[in-house]
């Protein structure tokens, strides 16, 4: 167990909808970050936000959207899925050594 | 932009033996943080290694160890005596603020597929 929590593990849904992912860093670490893990593309950056705060984003789409609420815990928003959203979806976050991940959470949009 | 090239997809070493993965950044920083990863068929992102650019002393985990080359921009993981279980992708991973900073970014190369032969 990394100390960093996501649910859900896997999740399917169909095209069009809307789910919500949730991630529970570590204790004491303030920041999250979200990931997209696809076949194709690699490991690519969404979002970090840092104390409830939003501090860097990356490729993420528009229909995509997150916040950080003030337990620390941190939710994505995915919208009007498409089949190309299909991946995994790893959030972690920091401390001096370094990142910690979640298991992620495998999103198959049929 | 910081990049991070991998540029093998694929390696293949027997059982006990030593392989070195190669990594390539490029960064006009003069103060950042290398990372490996490894990520098994569980899918867990796993740090094995880190090393700060401005130390000179090359990193060492156990079986695992780094070759940091900050004028070449180069960053290798070694792993010696190589078990079943170091079956896995690979990632090489930079980022320039300190890993607790408001803006501290990790950017990941493509990965390698490293499987260990019996």
């Known amino acids: 167990d990394s100390g960093v929590t996501q649910t859900p593990k896997h999740l399917i849904t169909a095209t069009g909808q809307r789910v919500t992912l949730r991630c529970s860093p570590r204790s004491g670490d303030l920041s999250v970050y979200w990931y997209q893990q696809s076949l194709d593309q690699g490991l690519q950056f969404l979002i970090q936000y840092y104390n409830g705060e939003e501090r860097a984003k990356g490729n993420i789409l528009e229909r995509f959207s997150a916040q950080q609420f003030p337990d620390l815990h941190s939710e994505l928003n995915l919208s009007s899925l498409e089949l190309g959203d299909s991946a995994l979806y790893f959030c972690?976050?920091?401390?001096?050594?370094?990142?910690?991940f979640g298991s992620g959470t495998r999103l198959t949009v049929v | 932009a910081q990049t991070v090239t991998q540029s093998q997809p694929e390696m293949s070493v027997q059982e006990a033996e030593t392989v070195t993965l190669s990594c390539t950044y490029d960064t006009s920083e003069n103060n950042y943080y290398l990372f490996w990863y490894k990520q098994p068929p569980s899918r867990q992102m796993i740090l094995v290694i880190r090393q700060e650019a401005y130390k000179q002393q090359n990193a060492t985990e156990n079986r695992f160890s780094v070759n940091f080359q900050k004028a070449a921009k180069s960053f290798s993981l070694k792993i010696s005596d190589s078990q079943l279980g170091d079956t896995a992708m690979y990632f090489c991973?930079?980022?320039?603020?300190?890993?607790?900073?408001?803006?501290?970014?990790?950017?990941f190369g493509k990965g390698i597929t490293l499987s260990v032969r019996p």
């Open positions: 972690a976050s920091s401390s001096q050594y370094g990142y910690t």
């Open positions: 991973a930079f980022m320039t603020a300190l890993p607790t900073g408001a803006n501290s970014k990790l950017t």
